[in-house]
């Protein structure tokens, strides 16, 4: 098994910063894709930032130039740098890895346990 833990979030006013955290565990032989997603209550989850084992980032057009995803391979862990936030920013965000436990294993999508985002005055 495999756990994802998220830190960061929290409430913060238009125009502020925050800064997410996570970090993997577990039976972990290789991380592929790391990164986050979001949700409104009613909608779908939809991709915000995810960063390929080789460091390519694909954004979600609604953050590019306001966000930055990085990842650290030999520690497992993906951060999210959330600048110039917006009030359309709130959502609960969810880490996601994309893991293979062993070699030859199938891939495995795991996700955190999500932590709220609010940008509000």
């Known amino acids: 098994q495999v756990q994802l833990v998220e830190s960061g979030g929290g409430l913060v006013q238009p125009g502020g910063s925050l800064r997410l955290s996570c970090a993997a565990s577990g039976s972990i032989f290789r991380i592929n894709n790391m990164g986050w997603y979001r949700q409104v209550a009613g909608k779908e989850r939809e991709l915000v930032a995810r960063v390929s084992a080789g460091g390519n980032i694909k954004y979600a057009d609604f953050v590019k130039g306001r966000f930055t995803a990085s990842r650290h391979n030999a520690e497992k862990t993906v951060a999210l740098q959330m600048d110039s936030l917006k009030p359309e920013d709130t959502a609960v965000y969810y880490c996601?890895?994309?893991?293979?436990?062993?070699?030859?294993?199938?891939?495995?999508?795991?996700w955190g346990q999500g932590t709220q985002v609010t940008v509000s005055s």
């Open positions: 996601m890895a994309e893991v293979d436990e062993r070699l030859w294993a199938p891939t495995n999508t795991y």
